[in-house]
């Protein structure tokens, strides 16, 4: 397959800080001056990293369709960003064209998160054992969904076909997102104290303490009560997350160079200001359980490694350079855009 190195470089100190990542809250900040064809680790700054896509996919195979340009930017998250999904080409061409006001473009919007800092997400839903753990040990959600459809995740058997446990799932995930705006400020706060209270007996576990985080964030929100359904990520310095179409995810915390094909659908439903597109998240997403799969980086040589997700718009090397050390940087094997 053809690459082409892509023209973007984010440069920074590895370990927790240095240059990268002096964002706001979910801002961006573009480091670095393109892709390096050699590099060199210098005695003043100690081990230096450098960071790049690299764009997949044969010209001639992308014809028209090929994304003009990949994005990429460091994201210091300081505060929750929103729960949302990028759709798949089909759905954003579609949404594109019904409303064009919200949703700019036709494109859709793989994306990678590569971490600076250890970095915190939620991603993908949980497997069904542990959504009859969420059911069983807050109260809240049980109330949410009601006693039916709760029921009907319990009675849940461990032989049961992904087409028989996609539907319930979808189902109460959409009466949990949909609920009106009193009873979710209700639960939330109810929620809250009762953790809170909890709290002094006993020590909460990371998704509850999560929870207390959310809402101090965003209080009411319905994301607070829905982040117990998806999975938490824990990334290390160096480890990816890559999100594919119609995956719900949030970022949490820490600080990541997120990559992504160049299009701005974003279809939010929680802990956001911005608007809320509750309807379309919900019919969107794959429903699909379990644990999301990280990247380590392979390393091509001892100086890069190299993250590949299962889609065909880019991958992303990472250079780290002990100080005094230089090295060439494999040339792009031909042009593609
Ligand atoms: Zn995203």
Redesign the pocket.
């Known amino acids: 397959m053809l690459r082409s190195e892509y023209d973007w470089g984010v440069e920074g100190r590895e370990a927790g800080g240095g240059e990268a990542g002096r964002g706001n809250s979910g801002r961006g900040s573009r480091r670095g001056g393109g892709t390096p064809s050699s590099a060199m680790g210098t005695h003043e700054s100690g081990p230096r990293s450098w960071l790049w896509a690299r764009r997949g996919g044969d010209a001639e195979e992308l014809g028209e369709e090929r994304p003009g340009v990949l994005g990429e930017k460091v994201l210091s998250v300081a505060k929750a960003l929103s729960i949302?999904a990028?759709p798949d080409k089909e759905l954003a061409k579609t949404l594109n064209k019904t409303h064009p006001d919200i949703y700019k473009d036709p494109n859709h919007?793989p994306?990678m998160a590569v971490a600076i800092t250890e970095f915190k997400a939620l991603c993908g839903f949980i497997s069904t054992e542990e959504l009859k753990d969420v059911l069983s040990s807050v109260p809240e959600i049980r109330e949410l969904v009601g006693p039916d459809d709760a029921s009907k995740v319990m009675d849940i058997k461990e032989k049961d076909t992904d087409e028989k446990v996609k539907p319930v799932l979808q189902s109460i995930f959409t009466k949990l997102m949909s609920a009106d705006k009193d009873t979710v400020s209700g639960l939330v706060l109810k929620l809250r104290s009762r953790l809170t209270e909890e709290s002094k007996t006993r020590n909460l576990n990371e998704k509850e303490e999560l929870a207390l985080l959310l809402e101090k964030q965003y209080p009411s929100d319905i994301g607070v009560i829905s982040s117990f359904f998806f999975n938490y990520v824990k990334l290390n310095p160096g480890e990816a997350l890559y999100?594919g179409a119609n995956e719900p995810?949030a970022y949490i915390s820490g600080e990541c160079v997120e990559c992504m094909a160049t299009s701005d659908n974003?279809v939010r439903a929680g802990l956001t200001p911005k608007y809320r597109d509750v309807h379309t998240l919900c019919s969107m997403l794959t429903y699909k359980q379990g644990f999301p799969e990280i990247l380590q980086g392979t390393p091509i040589n001892p100086y890069i490694s190299r993250y590949t997700p299962p889609f065909d718009e880019f991958e992303v090397d990472h250079l780290m350079l002990p100080s005094g050390e230089s090295v060439a940087v494999p040339a792009s094997q031909g042009p593609s855009r």
């Open positions: 949302q990028h919007k994306e999100i995810h974003v």
